[in-house]
């Protein structure tokens, strides 16, 4: 990632001078897309789209959060909220299979004491993990975003 940031960092300060050089009088608007640092998060980062909706499996392992201040629940906010279940988890735990696997979206959100509220605004049925926008390939999106 160093070398992408350092050729890009390259590349605007090449461009910046060519542009002052040929448009002395004029002020520039650059516009960076920087849709290909999604794929530069820490491999414990906290990124909704890569959960499964139900715990194990495969998805990444993220690292603790803090419930946020804007939870519905005032009693959970500012709480640590482990997105991994416990090792050490006892053999009648209900969770128990799963011990130091992640724990997966509904988990998460029924310990913020969100899942059900958002179950009920989606006429009772469970929140399917991914829209299918979200499942495209960067392809297929980029596609679309030409077609529209």
């Not at 920087?34 to 820490?42: K, N």
């Not at 139900?54 to 804007?70: E, Y």
Request: with cysteine; charged share 30%.
């Amino acid at each position: 990632m160093v070398e992408c940031k350092a050729e890009s960092l390259k590349v605007v300060n090449r461009a910046i001078p060519l542009f002052n050089h040929l448009f002395p009088d004029a002020v520039g608007e650059f516009f960076f897309d920087q849709s290909t640092a999604h794929g530069a998060f820490d491999d414990d980062a906290l990124n909704a789209n890569e959960m499964n909706v139900k715990p194990g499996g495969k998805q990444r392992a993220m690292h603790s959060t803090i419930i946020p201040d804007d939870n519905p629940n005032p009693h959970l906010r500012g709480q640590v909220q482990s997105m991994i279940f416990d090792d050490d988890l006892p053999p009648d735990d209900p969770d128990y299979e799963f011990r130091g696997q992640p724990k997966g979206m509904k988990r998460i959100l029924e310990e913020r004491g969100i899942w059900d509220e958002l179950v009920r605004r989606n006429g009772g049925k469970p929140i399917p993990g991914d829209c299918a926008e979200c499942k495209m390939s960067q392809k297929e999106k980029e596609k679309r975003a030409r077609e529209a």
